[in-house]
């Protein structure tokens, strides 16, 4: 299922869709894209839809960011720092944080050698191929995989809602 969102102003929209429609036993979600596709952008917009109101950084360095005292836990990881030996140092993280109960975002999940859970949620965040107008840069294709039935349901609400509003 595919989702253009034309700016900035859309990819919010789709994050409070996202928000909106979070599952009560939360979610576990892989994002996919090169470097400045909006990963944490989209990240960001989601978190502060769920109302959080901590300074929302991407965890390029620190590899994890939690948030917590909101509906659920967030952990926010980033995998593009860690070589092969390094994401072997944080599987045990990446099962205990796919936990129902949770809400898990993990960047760059095309590192993580097979290590995330099966039931979840891929999002891949793409330029579009051709854009037939002058736009502001901010155009993206948000591609969603669900895993599981539960995470049909939910990308299927995500749409509605996207579509509604």
Known sequence: MKIKCENL???KKLANAFANNLPTEGCFVSLY???GAGKTT???FILKALGVKEKIT???FVILNEYMGYKMPIYHFDLYRLENEGI???EQELAEYSKRGT???VEWADFSQGM???DRLNIKIVYPEVVEYCDDGDNRIFEFEPL???NADFVNKIMRDFEAN
Do not use: H
Request: no cysteine; net charge negative.
């Open 58 to 60: 991407s965890p390029s």
């Open 148 to 150: 599981g039935n539960e």
């Open 116 to 118: 995330l859970s099966y």
């Open 33 to 35: 894209g090169d470097i």
């Open 88 to 90: 072997k140092t944080i």
């Open 42 to 44: 989209f990240v960001r």
């Open 9 to 11: 102003t859309d990819t």
């Open 103 to 105: 809400l898990t975002f």
